[in-house]
């Protein structure tokens, strides 16, 4: 079963911290990319930051510098370290697998699998 928890989430003042954690399956977690997305009302979800199996990571230009992807393989979590938080980072934050979501495909259907999310507020 494909399953993403996420977790971490929170109200904070601009220029302070959080830190997300999602843990996903197993099966899931030992052959994928892990990535962070988020959404804001009305828009469409984005990645915001990539980790691959072999840690090399990538981040939206509005992120870099700010914001720190990591996986533990031994846990199944991959986690999202935010600094320097702007009220633009108000979102809902989501785990998945990258470079793209987790799709399941059979001959009758398909489905993206998706967490509950996490909220992050950034308001003084």
């Known amino acids: 079963q494909v399953q993403f928890v996420e977790s971490g989430g929170g109200l904070v003042h601009p220029g302070e911290s959080l830190r997300l954690s999602c843990v996903a399956s197993g099966s899931i977690f030992s052959l994928y990319g892990m990535g962070w997305y988020r959404q804001t009302p009305g828009k469409q979800r984005e990645l915001v930051a990539g980790?691959?199996?072999?840690?090399?990571?990538d981040y939206v230009d509005s992120v870099k510098g700010r914001f720190t992807i990591s996986r533990d393989n031994a846990k199944n979590t991959v986690y999202l370290q935010m600094n320097s938080l702007k009220s633009e980072d108000t979102a809902v934050y989501y785990c998945n697998t990258y470079p793209i979501p987790y799709k399941a495909v059979t001959s009758t259907f398909e489905r993206e699998y998706w967490g509950q999310g996490t909220q992050v507020t950034v308001s003084s």
């Open positions: 980790i691959n199996i072999g840690g090399e990571t």
